[in-house]
């Protein structure tokens, strides 16, 4: 069975600060990555892609260990609408997304 | 910006009953796609579909699911005889191209068995 998995938290962190969300895959086929945000009740939005090379946009940083089959995601400055939770996701053979259970973060003023 | 558009917004039906949920994928996306998301718990995968065919199914996607694109925009899923544990919200998804693309998702159908 193809997972992903994260912590749950609750992460709770004030204004303006840095924090990390892990992830771990099992799927080692899977080829693409990325990290969604979803408010309470609403879609998921994407919030950007994960690629091997790690990639930067704006305050938001995912990085990507194939060997490790671990994503991460750095939120730095970190404002009240941040306030989410964070959904890592992988491909599963390119056919569909497997979600993790997401990864609730409040920032707190 | 293009948006995936999902009607209605929330669907309460008695247990038993038959279903359509519908959507609107983004005009020139290829890849369609339905997820669901019970209250509290991840979003799971049911159904990819592409030229007009499944292409891809989840053991949730039972007999009692089924998928059409009746036409050139609208995407519904359909389902039979609603059980309790149907509930749930659910969400259709489009990406251009399949693999390797993000998938957008529509603001999603609450469904309530009663």
């Known amino acids: 069975r193809k997972e992903v998995e994260q912590d749950p938290g609750p992460f709770n962190v004030p204004e303006g600060a840095t924090v990390a969300f892990n992830c771990t895959y099992s799927?080692?086929?899977?080829?693409?990555f990325f990290w969604y945000r979803q408010d309470c009740r609403k879609e998921p939005k994407l919030l950007m892609s994960?690629?091997?090379s790690g990639n930067e946009d704006g305050r938001f940083t995912a990085q990507l260990n194939r060997a490790s089959q671990y994503i991460s995601l750095l939120i730095r400055d970190s404002k009240l609408s941040d306030s989410a939770t964070y959904l890592c996701v992988g491909d599963n053979y390119g056919q569909n997304f497997v979600f993790g259970p997401g990864t609730r973060l409040s920032v707190l003023p | 910006e293009p948006e995936v558009t999902q009607t209605p917004s929330h669907q309460v039906t008695q247990m038993g009953q038959e279903v359509i949920l519908r959507c609107v994928p983004i005009s020139n996306h290829l890849y369609f796609y339905w997820y669901r998301q019970i209250l509290g718990q991840k979003v799971e995968f049911l159904v990819s579909?592409?030229?007009?065919?499944?292409?891809?199914k989840s053991e949730i996607f039972d007999d009692q699911f089924s998928v059409e694109r009746p036409d050139g925009s609208n995407f519904t899923l359909k389902i039979r005889s609603t059980k309790l544990e149907d509930s749930a919200m659910y969400f259709c998804a489009s990406s251009p191209t399949g693999s390797n693309q993000p998938q957008h998702f529509g603001d999603g159908t609450r469904l309530s068995i009663l």
């Open positions: 994960v690629y091997s």
């Open positions: 799927n080692s086929a899977s080829q693409s």
């Open positions: 579909f592409y030229n007009n065919e499944i292409s891809e």
